[in-house]
């Protein structure tokens, strides 16, 4: 499948996670200065962000006079707490676009993509296996047989708060699979790799910098944005290609209540729900992550930028909808 084709796939199947709200999202003016706290841009965004959030954050106040204030947390769990309304944000940021239909009545039917990574074990100079791990990462030994050793600690998310989470499951049964070896799931999950070693999106890093962890599952971008060593996957279990959309797409995980998110390539997209305090400024901060200045860290930090409008972009605030989209899309 070349480029083109590829990208046309994946953008099918991230719009099979959206629904589309009844209502329409309100446009308005571009920037204005900081005049208070309350002038503030409120964005929740994946915790895998975090590290490139911090610099994104900084260069949007320089460029905008608003400042940001961001909540990290599991795209999951921050879908759920905008639906019931504990919280009201300007600006969500998924890293799995099926979440956004877990808005329910703030969703509102349009969202832009920005970004895509891939799934990495990650490791610190601290792990106790370091040196094994390094050697997996020049494809001297498996990784996998080093993650089965004794005592090894592989620090995950839980999958039903964080895509990354579901991703993990996703990328050890696919390991199972390309690797010929049953079973390898239950080893993988089983013993300090069990339910243990699941901790909170926004814990997992330090964890795995200091130590306290010998390795954790992470975006590549994340990864290298903590400045971790990294051991790279075979494509497909790495999930950050656009020519494995369909394989992808037979996987599933079904949360504790009930909800099923299916495989796809990774990316980031990003919304302004319809309870947002200022939807015109959530709109900004969403076309600013779409420019050259946000481009330029995004890249720095690892992350593969893409700009796909998802959904129906007559409900865009004015400053998404007039950008020139690429052709097709």
Same mark, same amino acid.
């Given at each position: %499948? @070349?480029? *083109?084709?590829? @990208? ?15 209502? #329409? ?16 841009? +409120? ?46 944000? +300007? ?32 490791? #610190? ?71 243990? #070693?699941?901790?909170? *999106? ?24 903590? +400045? ?31 909800? +099923? ?54 409900? %865009? ?13």
């Amino acid at each position: %499948m @070349n480029e *083109e084709a590829g @990208n046309e796939a994946l953008l099918g199947v991230l719009r099979v996670g959206i629904s589309v709200a009844a209502l #329409s999202v309100a446009s308005g003016p571009g920037c204005r200065p900081v005049v208070g706290e309350n002038d503030a841009v +409120d964005v929740t965004y994946a915790a895998s962000l975090t590290a490139t959030m911090t610099e994104l954050e900084q260069r949007f106040r320089e460029r905008s006079g608003r400042a940001v204030r961001g909540d990290p947390r599991g795209s999951v769990a921050g879908a759920h707490l905008i639906r019931e309304g504990v919280w009201r944000r +300007d600006v969500y940021i998924t890293a799995d676009p099926a979440t956004l239909r877990l808005l329910g009545p703030h969703d509102p039917g349009w969202a832009v993509v920005f970004a895509r990574s891939e799934i990495v074990i990650a490791y #610190s100079s601290e792990s106790r296996f370091a040196s094994a791990l390094d050697s997996a990462g020049r494809g001297e030994l498996a990784w996998h047989a080093v993650a089965l050793r004794d005592g090894f600690r592989l620090g995950r998310t839980d999958p039903d708060l964080d895509p990354k989470g579901y991703r993990t499951l996703f990328a050890f049964r696919l390991a199972e699979q390309h690797y010929r070896l049953p079973r390898l799931v239950e080893g993988l999950l089983a013993g300090p790799a069990g339910s243990e #070693s699941v901790f909170p *999106e926004e814990h997992l890093s330090a964890r795995v910098q200091t130590g306290s962890l010998d390795a954790g599952v992470f975006y590549l971008a994340e990864a290298r944005a903590h +400045d971790l060593r990294v051991v790279r996957l075979p494509r497909k279990l790495g999930q950050g290609d656009p020519r494995d959309t369909e394989a992808l797409g037979r996987l599933q995980h079904r949360t504790a209540d009930g909800r +099923d998110f299916r495989g796809a390539p990774i990316a980031y997209a990003a919304t302004v729900p319809l309870n947002a305090r200022d939807l015109a400024a959530g709109g900004e901060f969403i076309a600013f992550l779409l420019g050259d200045e946000a481009g330029e860290i995004l890249t720095e930090d690892g992350f593969v930028t893409e700009s796909w409008p998802l959904g129906d972009r007559e409900r %865009m605030p004015r400053s998404l909808s007039a950008r020139p989209w690429p052709p097709g899309l």
